[in-house]
Nanobody, 122 residues
Framework: QVQLVESGGGLVQAGGSLRLSCAAL????????MAWYRQIPGKQRDFVAR???????NYSESVKGRFTISRDIAKKTVYLQMNSLKPEDTAVYYC????????????????WGQGTQVTVSS
C-alpha cells in the first residue's frame, strides 16, 4: 500500500517562505504526476500545483509566480517551494498522487497525504 508523508508546514509571517515535502513510500514501481492541493476549513480542496514525470508543471493562478513545484524521481518525493507568502495562503496542504504502479504491477489511484498546516500571519 502506498503512503504519502508530508512535512515542512508551519507558521510564517507574510512575505516569508516555506518548503513542503511529500515522500511516497511503499512498493512503488512508478509514479506519473504528483500534485499539491490546499483546503481551508469548511471549504473545498483546491488545486495548487502539479508536476508530471517529464517535468511539466502547472499552477493555480493564485500561486503562479510565487510557488514552485519540483520533484526528485529517484526519491519519489515532490516539493513545493512557497515564496512571498500571503495570509490567504493559510490552509492545510495535501500531497496527491493520482496513480501509482506498484512492484506487483497493480495500480493504486487517488492517493492523498495526511496534510500539513501552513499558517501565514499578517
Amino acid at each position: 500500500q502506498v503512503q504519502l508523508v508530508e512535512s515542512g508546514g508551519g507558521l510564517v509571517q507574510a512575505g516569508g517562505s516555506l518548503r513542503l515535502s511529500c515522500a511516497a513510500l511503499g512498493s512503488i514501481l512508478s509514479i506519473d504526476a504528483m500534485a499539491w492541493y490546499r483546503q481551508i476549513p469548511g471549504k473545498q480542496r483546491d488545486f495548487v500545483a502539479r508536476i508530471t514525470s517529464g517535468g511539466t508543471t502547472n499552477y493555480s493562478e493564485s500561486v503562479k509566480g510565487r510557488f514552485t513545484i519540483s520533484r526528485d524521481i529517484a526519491k519519489k518525493t515532490v516539493y513545493l517551494q512557497m515564496n512571498s507568502l500571503k495570509p490567504e495562503d493559510t490552509a492545510v496542504y495535501y500531497c496527491n498522487v493520482p496513480k501509482v504502479v506498484t512492484t506487483r504491477l497493480t495500480r493504486e489511484y487517488d492517493n492523498w497525504g495526511q496534510g500539513t498546516q501552513v499558517t501565514v500571519s499578517s
